[in-house]
């Protein structure tokens, strides 16, 4: 059995997704800013494909944006609004993917603003009444909280702290990689100014994404060059990309419900299993939790033990890709700087399992199985 368990890495290509662009690699090749026969009919599908995505997020598509990834997006979405809007604070957590937090971090290191880092438990959820704190001693705030967790799996409460930010007039971004194509957003429920999407996350192309940014909120471009975009992103668009994540959110949402049901049925297997045959093992911050995570992750959390050290190696040799993760063990070996932040047990080890639409119950047996065979659980 070959088995992949790293959907929160990246997604397989959705063959449905390859077809849609296919045409756009073979015959329609034009330059959308060209204003000929061959441009009109590339700049149509863009356009296209922005009507596509805004419709299913409920935005207009004057507010989508198209980008190389999410990491460009967040990026844009921070550098432009503090250095556009003025902003002199920001506030993230210690938990943010590093697209955001070394952006913050950039931006802090540049003298642009004074960076706060929000609390959080053990288990890593958010401390919203020190938002609460801080947004009201430091006005014109930018927020950067992300949905969900790419680790640990946590889901944050986006819509309470949408709320929090309008009520104190913060600028509110919120890196929704991982959930954008797994959950329904609505930005016209939601008090959020970006959201991000990358199509590669929700088995469109690598190479793609996009930035919802809501209308009034004019913020520079991160990439200078030509009218591109509107003058919101200079460089000739990733046509094919584009046509791509516009079909790949297409049959994300046209198939959500199923699949959610599919993946938190392997989910509740997974836990259950390795409860029953993996001695001491434990789940890293709300990770087991339904409620409260991403149905697409599950991090692993094995007791202290001399096989942690070769842990993904032995699953490896077994065809089984998953992504690590361990709590800082000495300088040398920075680790997971998210682990790090919930003072996780650098002794024990770390598996993320991220599961899609393609896996299967007996994958997930398999990779039970191969573990118990590693850290089994004596019968009492
Ligand atoms: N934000 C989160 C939460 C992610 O998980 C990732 C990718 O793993 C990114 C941002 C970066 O996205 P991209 O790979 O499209 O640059």
Do not use: W
């Amino acid at each position: 059995m070959n088995v992949y368990f790293d959907n929160a890495a990246t997604t397989p290509l959705d063959p449905e997704v390859l077809d849609a662009m296919l045409p756009f690699m073979r015959e329609h090749f034009g330059n959308p800013s060209s204003i000929h026969g061959h441009g009109r009919q590339v700049r149509a599908a863009i356009e296209n494909a922005r009507k596509t995505i805004a419709h299913l997020i409920n935005a207009a598509p004057a507010e989508i944006v198209f980008t190389s990834c999410g990491t460009e997006a967040d990026n844009y979405a921070a550098s432009g609004s503090v250095k556009t809007l003025g902003l002199k604070h920001g506030i993230t957590s210690q938990l943010e993917h590093h697209a955001v937090l070394h952006t913050m971090q950039a931006l802090e290191k540049c003298g642009d603003i004074q960076l706060s880092y929000l609390r959080h438990d053990a288990q890593g959820r958010l401390d919203l009444e020190h938002l609460e704190e801080l947004l009201a001693t430091h006005p014109r705030t930018f927020v950067s909280l992300m949905h969900a967790n790419n680790e640990i799996g946590n889901l944050n409460d986006i819509v309470t702290i949408g709320d929090i930010c309008a009520r104190h007039n913060a600028v509110f971004h919120t890196d929704t990689v991982q959930t954008m194509g797994h959950y329904r957003h609505d930005v016209q429920k939601l008090k959020a100014n970006f959201l991000v999407g990358s199509a590669h996350k929700f088995h469109g192309p690598k190479g793609v994404g996009f930035l919802y940014r809501r209308s009034g909120l004019a913020v520079d471009s991160l990439i200078h060059g030509g009218s591109q975009e509107r003058n919101q992103r200079a460089g000739t668009e990733n046509v094919y990309g584009i046509v791509g994540l516009a079909k790949a959110l297409e049959i994300a949402y046209r198939d959500m419900a199923a699949h959610q049901r599919h993946i938190q049925g392997l989910k509740d297997r997974f836990i259950e299993k390795l409860r029953a045959e993996v001695d001491g093992v434990e789940f890293n911050g709300t990770s087991a939790d339904a409620d409260h995570s991403l149905y697409t992750v599950l991090s692993v959390s094995l007791p202290p033990s001399e096989l942690n050290e070769m842990l993904l190696f032995n699953l490896d040799i077994n065809h089984i890709s998953v992504s690590g993760g361990s709590a800082c063990t000495s300088g040398a070996n920075a680790g997971s700087h998210v682990l790090n932040a919930l003072n996780c047990d650098p002794a024990r080890g770390t598996i993320r399992f991220s599961m899609s639409k393609y896996n299967t119950e007996e994958e997930v047996d398999y990779a039970v199985e191969q573990l118990a065979k590693m850290y089994r659980k004596v019968p009492a």
